[in-house]
C-alpha cells in the first residue's frame, strides 16, 4: 500500500486508534454497542499493512453471518486491500477441508447437506418419536448444539441435564438416541452436516501436523469478530489455526452475548487475558450509535452485567413507555406510533418493531397493514439465499445471455412478475406475502441501479451480483419486523420493543439465572438498536398487576429526579401534576394527559376503552386519515379514565380542543356514558344476586 500510514488514523477516536496501531501479538477489544468496532478492526489491519507489519494474503478475519463476513470485505476493499480474506468460520474451515481432504483422505470431501430436517425426521421415526415439525426443529437444534459443544451422543443426557436443557417434546435419551441414528443415517448417505465443516477442517488440523503449518504459514494474523459468540467448536478450530508466530485480535461485547443456548460461550472473550498470560484489552466505550437518552436507559438495563457506554450520538427525545391491556391494543399503539413518527418525517426503512418470539409479528403485520404501512419481515435467513431470489438472479443472469433487446426495467418487471412480485403487496401475512417483500426489495434495488432508461440488463445483473458476493442486502422502503435474535447487528432510527413483559421477557422458559441473564442481554440489544427514538410497550397481566418486565423494574425511578426537579420549577396548570395512582409528580406530557404515570396502574374500564377505538378506527377510515389524526391513544385512554360528563370537562383532557370537541364530542360522550351505565346495571345485578 502506498502512503502515510497515519491516513488510517485519521477520524479514530483514542481507543479505536489504540487497537489500530497496537503490536500486541494477543489483543482482546471489549466493544460496546455502536462503539464502532467495524471501523476499529478494519483500520488496524490496514494500519498495519501500511506499515508493512503485515501482509494481506496472510490476514485472516472471520465472523459468524454472511452479512458481516460480507460488511467486511466491502470495509477492506474500501481501504484498499481486496486480498485481504474476510469469511465466516464455516465458509473459512470448507476452504481448507475441501483443499486438504484429499491430500489427507485419498478421496474428496463428502457434499455437505442441504437441509438437515428430512435426515432428523428419519431419525426421529426410527426411534418412534414424533415428526412433526415442531418437534423436528427441536430435536435439529439440539443435535446442532451438542455437535458445537464437542458432546457426543452417549454423553448427551448427563451433560444435557447439567446444562438445563429440557425439551418438552422429547427425554435426554430420547434425544441421544435420535443424534446416534441421524449420525448413522448420513454416513450412509456419505454426507456431512453443517457442523460437520468445522469438526473436517479441525480433524485435519489436528491429525496432520504437516497441513497444519501449512495453514499457519498462509495466515499469521487473524482477526475474530463477534468472539462472544464462539462455541467450543469453533474456539478449538481457532487453537489450531494459530502458530507460534501468529497474532492472535478478537472483538466482542459480553453484553450482546445472546446465543449461549445455541452453543455460544462468551467466558472465550471475558476469560481471555487468563487464557492468553500478556494479552492487552482495550476497552470501546463511546457510542456514536444513539442518543443520551437512549444510552441512558441501555446502562441502567444493563447495570452491573458490563461495562458504561458513553453517549456520543447527541440528545434526543426520552423513551416512550407504554402499558397496554392486551397484544392488539398493544399493535394498535406501535402502528399508529409508526404513522405519527413517519409523519413527522423518519422514512419507514428507518423504523422498525422488535419482538421475542415470531408468535408477535401477526398482530404488528395486520395492524400495519390496516392503516396501509408497508412493512418487511425480517428471518434469519440471508437475503441472497432464500430461494426467490436466487431463482431471480439466475433468470436475469440467462435473459443476458440470451441478449435480449427489451429495455431492463421491462425485463426486471417480467422476470420478478413471474415469480410472485406485483406493484401492490398481497393482503394478509404468511409465506406469500414474505415471497413478494424479498422480490419488492430486489425490484427497488434493480431499478435504483439503472439509473438511465438505456442501461443494459447485464450491467444491472453485475451490480446485483456484487452485492450479493459481499452480501449486501436491499433495503426495501417498509417498516422491519424483527426477532430481538435476527436484529443483533442492525440498527434504525426508530425502534419499538413490543412485549416487554414478564413470560416474553424474560421468556416463560428461561428459569435458571444464567438463562434470565441472557434474558436481560436481549432486552439491551433491542435498545441499542434504536439511533432516537424508542418505545418500550408491554401488556397488563390478566390479575390486574402490572406486567412489565422485571428489567425495566427501577428505570423510571433512576429517571425521576431530575425530572421531578423540573417538573415542580413549572407552574401549575389546570390539570393535576401528579399521579392518580402513586401520587407521585407526572413529568411528560403523555403522563400529563394520563393524569398518572404510564407504567402505573390505569383506572379506565377496558371495555369502554375498546368501544373508544372501535370508534376512532371507523371515523378515521371514513375521513381516509391515520387513527391518530382524530385521537392519539393517550386522549382517549385519558378520556376513559376521567369519564367526563359534558362538554366542559371533556374540555379538560389534553389533546381535546374546541375544534375536535364539536366535530367527536358528542360521539365520546356517548360512548363513556353508555360504559358508566352498563357497569352500573352490572354491579345493581351483582348486587341483587347476593
Known amino acids: ?104 483422505m485419498g478421496t474428496e470431501l463428502p457434499d455437505v447437506l442441504g437441509h438437515r430436517l428430512p435426515v432428523v425426521a428419519e431419525a426421529a421415526s426410527r426411534a418412534r418419536l414424533s ?13 446442532s448444539w451438542a455437535k458445537v459443544s464437542n458432546v457426543s451422543p452417549a454423553d448427551y443426557p448427563e451433560l444435557a441435564r447439567g446444562e438445563g436443557r429440557d425439551l418438552a417434546s422429547a427425554t435426554p435419551e430420547q434425544i441421544a438416541a435420535v443424534f446416534g441414528r441421524y449420525e448413522e443415517a448420513k454416513r450412509r448417505r456419505g454426507v456431512i452436516d453443517f457442523e460437520d465443516i468445522l469438526l473436517c477442517a479441525a480433524l485435519l488440523l489436528a491429525d496432520h501436523p504437516e497441513i497444519a503449518a501449512e495453514v499457519r504459514a498462509t495466515y499469521r494474523h487473524l482477526v475474530v469478530d463477534e468472539y462472544q459468540d464462539v462455541s467450543p467448536l469453533q474456539e478449538r478450530l481457532l487453537d489450531l489455526w494459530l502458530g507460534p508466530d501468529s497474532d492472535l485480535c ?35 466505550v463511546r457510542d456514536y450509535r444513539s442518543t443520551e437518552q437512549v444510552v441512558a436507559l441501555a446502562n441502567q438495563v444493563n447495570r452491573g452485567a458490563g461495562m458504561t457506554l458513553v453517549a456520543h450520538g447527541g440528545t434526543g427525545p426520552e423513551p416512550e413507555f407504554v402499558q397496554v391491556n392486551g397484544e392488539q391494543a398493544e399493535a394498535a399503539g406501535v402502528a399508529d406510533w409508526v404513522a405519527r413518527i413517519h409523519g413527522d418525517g423518519v422514512p419507514y426503512r428507518e423504523i422498525a418493531a422488535l419482538y421475542r418470539i415470531n408468535a408477535q409479528s401477526p398482530a404488528l403485520e395486520s395492524a400495519l397493514a390496516e392503516r396501509s404501512i408497508p412493512y418487511q419481515v425480517r428471518d434469519a435467513d440471508g437475503f441472497y439465499s432464500r430461494g426467490e431470489v436466487r431463482q431471480a438472479l439466475h433468470d436475469l443472469a440467462r435473459r443476458v445471455q440470451e441478449g435480449r433487446a427489451e429495455p431492463a426495467a421491462d425485463q426486471v ?45 447485464a450491467a444491472v445483473v453485475a451490480a446485483l451480483q456484487e452485492r450479493a458476493d459481499v452480501q449486501q442486502v436491499p433495503t426495501a422502503d417498509g417498516v422491519t419486523l424483527s426477532t430481538l435474535h435476527a436484529a443483533k447487528g442492525l440498527e434504525w432510527d426508530a425502534v419499538a420493543l413490543v412485549g416487554a413483559q414478564e413470560g416474553l421477557l424474560p421468556f416463560v422458559l428461561a428459569q435458571r439465572p444464567e438463562q434470565i441473564a441472557e434474558e436481560r442481554r ?27 418486565s422485571r428489567f425495566l423494574s427501577g428505570v423510571r425511578a433512576a429517571q425521576a429526579p431530575a425530572a421531578r426537579a423540573a417538573s415542580s420549577a413549572r407552574p401549575s396548570g389546570r390539570r393535576s401534576r401528579v399521579c392518580v395512582s402513586c401520587g407521585q409528580p407526572l413529568t411528560t406530557g403523555a403522563e400529563l394527559k394520563l393524569r398518572r404515570h404510564e407504567s402505573c396502574p390505569a383506572t379506565y374500564d377496558p371495555a369502554t376503552l375498546d368501544l373508544l377505538i372501535e370508534w376512532r378506527r371507523q371515523v378515521a377510515a371514513e375521513q381516509s386519515v391515520p387513527a391518530y389524526v382524530v385521537f392519539t391513544d393517550a386522549t382517549l385512554i385519558a378520556a376513559a379514565e376521567a369519564e367526563p360528563g359534558g362538554p366542559e370537562d371533556l374540555l379538560r383532557i389534553a389533546g381535546i ?34
Open 657 to 690: 380542543g374546541r375544534t375536535k370537541l364539536d366535530r367527536y364530542g358528542d360521539d365520546v360522550l356517548a360512548i363513556i356514558a353508555a360504559g358508566r351505565a352498563r357497569r352500573e346495571a352490572d354491579t345493581a345485578e351483582t348486587g341483587s344476586d347476593g
Open 522 to 548: 436481549l432486552l439491551y440489544v433491542g435498545i441499542t438498536r434504536a439511533r432516537r427514538l424508542l418505545r418500550i410497550s408491554w401488556c397488563r397481566s390478566r390479575n390486574g398487576n402490572k406486567g412489565r
Open 131 to 143: 415428526t412433526e415439525t415442531g418437534v423436528l426443529r427441536d430435536l435439529s437444534g439440539e443435535i
Open 413 to 457: 418487471r417480467d422476470v420478478l412478475g413471474g415469480l410472485g412480485w406485483s406493484p401492490e403487496p398481497p393482503s394478509g401475512a404468511g409465506a406469500v406475502r414474505e415471497r413478494w417483500e424479498s422480490l419488492a426489495a430486489l425490484a427497488e434495488l434493480a431499478m435504483s441501479l439503472m439509473g438511465a432508461e438505456d442501461t443494459p440488463l
Open 1 to 104: 500500500m502506498d502512503g502515510d500510514p497515519e491516513r488510517f488514523l485519521t477520524g479514530l477516536d483514542p481507543e479505536q486508534r489504540d487497537v489500530a496501531v497496537s503490536s500486541a501479538p494477543r489483543l482482546a477489544v471489549i466493544a460496546g454497542a455502536g462503539t464502532g468496532k467495524t471501523r476499529a478492526i478494519t483500520h488496524r489491519i490496514a494500519y498495519n499493512v501500511a506499515v508493512e507489519r503485515f501482509t494481506p494474503r496472510a490476514v485472516l478475519a472471520v465472523t459468524f453471518t454472511t452479512k458481516a463476513a460480507g460488511e467486511l470485505r466491502g470495509r477492506l476493499r474500501d481501504l484498499g486491500l481486496p486480498r485481504v480474506a474476510a469469511r465466516t468460520f464455516h465458509s473459512a474451515a470448507l476452504r481448507q477441508a475441501r483443499h486438504f481432504w484429499p491430500r489427507a
Open 250 to 284: 478478537v472483538v466482542g461485547d459480553p453484553a450482546q452475548t445472546i446465543h449461549s443456548f445455541a452453543g455460544a460461550r462468551a467466558a472465550y472473550l471475558t476469560d481471555f487475558e487468563n487464557a492468553h498470560p500478556g494479552a492487552h484489552v482495550i476497552r470501546l
